[in-house]
């Protein structure tokens, strides 16, 4: 009995070996639809360009007027200059400032800062008959959220932090105005004196050791702006644009 069933056995063996290339197609086809209908997995972090390039450019010309940054000065990557502005050696304008020009010529002279979210603009003309343009000369520091349209500073000067100076105002060289101030159209602050107020208005002289620590302020905030320049590389976004091209055709970065 137990002979019969081997013999049995060893005959059913070759059939069931032949009939197993014809299951491995039909369970490869039975599972293709069902691998076709399942969606693609989701990209991973690494498929992702690290970068987002939000479209914000720091210089924009404007028809002949293109802004001009000297070599050694320093302008934050989300700062925005348009038209006739010109930043001379030296200068720096900090984060998330605006300096628009335009319809007239906005300057920020040698070794003077604009800082954080600072607004500077020019008329097309002073009602006052003053130039309209918006001029700050050397050594001069700009307190953050400051607005400035077409005023000039003369050297050496600080204008206080949250100020407001409108057209055709005046600042005279070593001459402070203190933050939180309004300096209303066509007001002049003389050489040497402190003014503050909405409106502004004189408050005292200033000492001779208040007059000779304008400048140096001036350079001790350009000296630490040299830190920041340092850290970013002399190149536009542009480079986030190829990443994005060569990752939608799939060629390596």
Same mark, same amino acid.
């Given at each position: 009995m137990?002979?019969?069933?081997?013999?049995?056995?060893? @005959?059913a063996?070759?059939?069931?070996?032949?009939?197993?290339?014809?299951? @491995?197609p039909?369970?490869? /086809?039975?599972?293709a639809?069902?691998?076709a209908?399942?969606?693609p997995?989701p990209p991973?972090?690494?498929?992702?360009v690290?970068?987002?390039?939000?479209g914000?450019?720091?210089v924009?010309?404007?028809g002949q007027?293109v802004?001009?940054?000297?070599?050694?000065?320093?302008v934050?990557?989300n700062?925005?200059?348009?038209g006739?502005?010109?930043?001379?050696?030296?200068?720096?304008?900090g984060?998330?400032?605006?300096?628009?020009?335009?319809?007239?010529?906005?300057t920020v002279?040698?070794?003077s800062?604009?800082?954080e979210?600072?607004?500077?603009?020019?008329?097309w003309s002073?009602?006052t008959g003053?130039?309209?343009?918006?001029?700050?000369? @050397?050594?001069?520091?700009?307190?953050?959220?400051?607005?400035l349209?077409?005023?000039?500073?003369?050297?050496?000067?600080?204008?206080?932090?949250?100020?407001i100076?409108m057209?055709?105002?005046?600042?005279?060289?070593?001459?402070?105005?203190?933050?939180?101030?309004?300096?209303?159209?066509? @007001?002049?602050?003389?050489?040497g004196?402190?003014?503050?107020?909405n409106p502004?208005?004189?408050?005292?002289?200033?000492t001779?050791? /208040?007059?000779?620590?304008?400048?140096?302020?001036?350079?001790?905030?350009n000296?630490?702006?040299?830190?920041?320049?340092?850290?970013?590389?002399?190149?536009?976004?542009?480079?986030?644009?190829?990443?994005?091209?060569?990752?939608?055709?799939?060629i390596?970065?």
């Amino acid at each position: 009995m137990a002979a019969a069933l081997a013999r049995f056995s060893r @005959r059913a063996l070759p059939s069931s070996s032949r009939l197993l290339p014809l299951l @491995r197609p039909l369970s490869s /086809e039975a599972a293709a639809p069902s691998a076709a209908a399942a969606p693609p997995p989701p990209p991973t972090s690494a498929d992702r360009v690290k970068w987002d390039y939000r479209g914000q450019r720091r210089v924009i010309p404007l028809g002949q007027w293109v802004p001009k940054i000297a070599v050694d000065a320093y302008v934050a990557p989300n700062v925005v200059l348009a038209g006739q502005v010109i930043v001379f050696d030296g200068a720096s304008v900090g984060n998330g400032s605006v300096l628009r020009g335009d319809l007239n010529k906005i300057t920020v002279g040698f070794c003077s800062n604009v800082q954080e979210r600072c607004v500077l603009h020019a008329a097309w003309s002073s009602p006052t008959g003053l130039p309209a343009e918006t001029f700050i000369e @050397r050594y001069v520091t700009i307190g953050a959220y400051s607005l400035l349209r077409s005023c000039t500073i003369e050297p050496e000067c600080i204008i206080g932090q949250h100020s407001i100076l409108m057209e055709g105002s005046l600042v005279e060289t070593n001459s402070i105005l203190e933050a939180g101030s309004v300096l209303p159209p066509g @007001r002049r602050i003389p050489t040497g004196e402190l003014w503050a107020g909405n409106p502004a208005r004189f408050v005292r002289k200033l000492t001779h050791e /208040e007059i000779l620590e304008i400048p140096k302020l001036a350079v001790a905030i350009n000296d630490l702006m040299q830190n920041h320049f340092s850290e970013f590389l002399p190149y536009s976004t542009v480079y986030l644009e190829v990443e994005k091209m060569k990752k939608a055709l799939s060629i390596p970065l």
